[in-house]
């Protein structure tokens, strides 16, 4: 592995920067796996067949010793857990460090997709908070919100928006959460081949890209709220000088946090004292990353007037067939032309609202479609925990459930006929449909498995 000498040269003189252990590193060929469990769906570490070792700043992170086929991992596709880097994983520090977890919060993960900080983030605030996932390119909003209905989320939504979007609702988030477009060069261990489309012009390109993003969403903020800044670049043009520039522009106070030596990281300090926190990779185990905490000292502490529309939402008859379907305490069903989403009734005037400002591409859960006097269930609500306990369901095997996802022929003859679900481990994969003759298979069929096992 070649790394840029202009790199190089350019992290000489950056708190905690070592050339001969972090060019050894690179050429060690080492490569490092971390998933981190999904609470929500009591999925129990030991599953996985392999010795897991505990990411320390994460309650639900793990190293695993190698890395293992998780497309063919049938609890992979279950949302039991999710790969995600474990530097990344810090983000848990900053959140719990900064906000009252336990309070009913407004949160805007800017820079939402795959989904790996969103989902994070769903895991750690209350079931009455609301998290907004974004993501500006559309194709990688897609992923966004499979990544989102697979972790079964009810208190989120997914909108597809340019960061300036979100200056329309001032003084409205508790949070802000901006992993900015960056580099990339805290990734070329796992991904040698973004080290070709490094370069010093890029880095300075997204300097100017990340301080335009800050500055579109900052009114967005509520007076007090926390930013959280993030890059898994190396440069210090987009990490330290960044926190620079906001104390420069914006009226906000950095935070420090508290670490353990044990872990490894870096705290590194700007020419203008502000702290962050870095990760090397010879250091910490994990891949290139930077942290950095503010809160915003000017502004409203409450957000902006929501507005009295509602959204058009099932008939009573309509209802009796959903009910079927779903736990419904405490939620509102809203129907866009036959589609059926399922809000947590006590987020319906901030979902309402959010349909009225943003570009919306998905919200609460989608429950299924009305065709006749029937609703045809959605696969979000296989993998959401709203389905009624009265739905049946069919335990499959590995080879059985390997098939299922390649929307193949299970090979099973199922206690009864209808609509039911197929799980794994006690984990739904999907739905089927139990014919007198024939199955069929509903997984989706963008999200099959195309490779032979």
Excluded at 17 to 43: C, M, W
Excluded at 76 to 99: D, I, R
Excluded at 117 to 124: D, G, N, R
Aim: net charge neutral; glycine share 6%.
């Amino acid at each position: 592995m070649q790394l840029p000498e202009p790199l190089l040269r350019s992290l000489e003189a950056v708190t905690g920067f070592d050339k001969e252990a972090f060019e050894k590193i690179h050429e060690s060929g080492e490569q490092v796996t971390s998933i981190r469990l999904n609470p929500s769906k009591n999925y129990k570490p030991q599953t996985i067949n392999q010795p897991l070792s505990a990411i320390p700043w994460t309650g639900n992170g793990y190293y695993l010793p190698t890395r293992p086929s998780f497309t063919f991992d049938p609890l992979f596709h279950a949302g039991c857990y999710y790969v995600q880097e474990a530097s990344s994983m810090f983000l848990e520090q900053a959140l719990k460090q900064t906000l009252d977890l336990s309070k009913n919060l407004k949160l805007l993960d800017l820079c939402g997709a795959p989904g790996g900080k969103s989902t994070h983030i769903h895991s750690l605030i209350t079931p009455g908070s609301l998290l907004v996932s974004n993501e500006v390119i559309r194709s990688r909003a897609n992923i966004l919100k499979e990544n989102i209905i697979k972790w079964g989320t009810e208190n989120v939504v997914v909108t597809n928006n340019d960061p300036r979007d979100f200056s329309r609702l001032e003084n409205y988030f508790d949070a802000i959460i901006v992993d900015a477009p960056c580099s990339g060069s805290g990734l070329f261990r796992r991904d040698p081949d973004t080290i070709a489309e490094w370069s010093e012009q890029n880095v300075q390109l997204c300097s100017h890209r990340q301080q335009r993003i800050l500055a579109d969403t900052w009114t967005a903020l509520k007076m007090n709220g926390i930013l959280v800044y993030s890059t898994c670049s190396y440069s210090a043009e987009e990490d330290e000088e960044i926190m620079d520039w906001m104390s420069r522009e914006l009226p906000l106070n950095n935070l420090p946090l508290t670490i353990s030596k044990d872990w490894g990281i870096v705290e590194t300090s700007s020419a203008a004292g502000n702290i962050g926190y870095r990760f090397w990779p010879d250091k910490a185990r994990g891949e290139g990353f930077f942290l950095a905490c503010f809160q915003k000292k000017e502004g409203k502490d409450n957000s902006t007037t929501l507005s009295k529309k509602r959204p058009a939402q099932v008939h009573k008859n309509e209802l009796a067939l959903v009910n079927k379907w779903i736990k419904s305490e405490d939620r509102t069903f809203i129907k866009h032309l036959n589609t059926v989403y399922a809000w947590p009734g006590s987020l319906e005037k901030e979902m309402s609202f959010l349909l009225e400002q943003l570009r919306v591409i998905y919200s609460g859960v989608l429950t299924g479609e009305l065709v006749r006097d029937k609703l045809i269930p959605s696969h979000a609500l296989a993998m959401s925990t709203l389905a009624s306990d009265t739905i049946f369901k069919t335990e499959l095997d590995l080879e059985q459930s390997i098939r299922y996802l390649q929307r193949k022929d299970i090979g099973i003859v199922p206690a009864s006929t209808g609509w039911q679900l197929v799980s794994y481990e006690g984990h739904p994969l999907g739905w089927i449909n139990v014919l007198a003759n024939r199955i069929n298979n509903y997984y989706p069929k963008e999200m099959r498995i195309l490779k032979e096992n």
